[in-house]
């Protein structure tokens, strides 16, 4: 059996600061950043909205496209968003129902 992997783009309130990031657990993961539980980026940054994300059947494919979005261009991100998640809506509570 496969495991899960996911590449997800959070943003903050204002929708000014981008961050991209890889799990095996996109729920708590993202519970662990709205709540702060983690020192470093998101937490300084306030991030706590997701906005996009992508699911693999593996983490070496998950890993390799976090490196493809982190060398990318904002504006590559902003427009996977865009055509993802029109509004920008938080899809937090999509993922834990």
Not at 13 to 31: A, E, M, P, Q
Not at 55 to 75: M, P, T, V
């Amino acid at each position: 059996m496969t495991k899960q992997s996911f590449v997800y783009i959070m943003t903050n309130y204002n929708k000014t600061t981008l961050y991209t990031g890889v799990t095996n657990n996109l729920k708590r993961r993202i519970y662990e950043h709205k709540n702060k539980l983690i020192d470093g980026f998101t937490k300084r940054y306030n991030i706590t909205f997701l906005v996009y994300y992508e699911c693999f059947d593996n983490i070496q494919e998950a890993i390799l496209r976090e490196k493809q979005l982190k060398g990318g261009s904002r504006q590559k991100k902003i427009d996977l968003i865009n055509d993802f998640n029109p509004e920008w809506k938080d899809l937090y509570t999509s993922i834990i129902d």
